[in-house]
């Protein structure tokens, strides 16, 4: 899934996470895998503040892009009528039991699993 976030995102993003959990377990993985800057948001910039975003990192020669774990969380962010790319659905299937009391003794079940959806600020 990362390869084919780092695919969508492209080679010259800035790249800004938003949402919960995605900009607390995002943002190392994407700057290790794309080599793009990665910032995360904890809150949804305003209109203003999304254009002036856009303006410095395209000074800087880049381009904006939003990340997050569903297209409705990108919502209001970036450029009307700009479509939202997903990637597909990620299932980790050997995640280690929670445990506190005792060392972890197998594996939880697989979740349904995640994917991400990426907005460009320019086409």
Request: glycine residues 12%.
């Amino acid at each position: 899934m990362l390869e084919e976030a780092c695919d969508l995102v492209g080679r010259n993003a800035s790249v800004v996470v938003v949402g919960e959990p995605a900009r607390h377990i995002l943002p190392q993985s994407l700057r290790a895998w794309c080599g793009v800057p990665v910032a995360a948001a904890t809150r949804v910039p305003s209109p203003a503040e999304q254009r002036r975003l856009a303006e410095s990192v395209g000074r800087a020669g880049r381009e904006l892009v939003w990340v997050a774990t569903s297209p409705g969380e990108l919502e209001g962010l970036g450029p009307a009528g700009q479509p939202v790319a997903t990637t597909g659905v990620a299932v980790e299937e050997r995640h280690p039991e929670r445990t506190l009391l005792r060392a972890p003794e197998g594996y939880e079940p697989p979740g349904d699993g995640w994917s991400l959806a990426v907005r460009r600020t320019a086409g």
